[in-house]
């Protein structure tokens, strides 16, 4: 009996032993999953900071280029006024000349049937484009 309580005491040590290793090892596996768990936490963290500078990287080239685009458009739209104001300018003077060309056809056709030589004396017309082409205000 004595042997079986050697052998009882033996199994007791090792049973003892074996769930004491379990016990740490189950004790040590809690602090190593939390300290993994924290470490995947951070690297998402991590990620996520690398994806919002990737996209504040994006958003500001777009606002660069939404930029660059607005100049361009202004620049072009001040190039057309430019243009509209130099094509109205030479329209007016166009016009100017054409109508002081039709005055002085006018006048030559009055002066060739043997009328009034004076645009004065002439229609109305002919008498407010003549003051007109000589700067005075219109008179109707």
Do not use: Y
């Amino acid at each position: 009996m004595v042997t079986t309580t050697n052998l009882d005491k033996m199994n007791n040590m090792r049973r003892t032993a074996r769930e004491m290793t379990e016990a740490q090892r189950d004790s040590n596996r809690a602090p190593t999953e939390n300290l993994v768990a924290v470490q995947k936490r951070g690297v998402g963290f991590a990620q996520g900071g690398m994806e919002f500078l990737r996209l504040q990287e994006q958003n500001t080239k777009a606002a660069q280029q939404w930029c660059a685009a607005s100049m361009k458009v202004a620049q072009l739209q001040q190039r057309s006024v430019r243009f509209a104001q130099e094509w109205m300018h030479n329209g007016a003077g166009a016009l100017r000349e054409q109508t002081a060309h039709n005055l002085r056809t006018a006048e030559s056709i009055v002066e060739g049937r043997g009328l009034s030589p004076s645009p004065s004396t002439c229609c109305p017309r002919i008498r407010s484009l003549s003051s007109l082409l000589r700067g005075e205000a219109w008179k109707g």
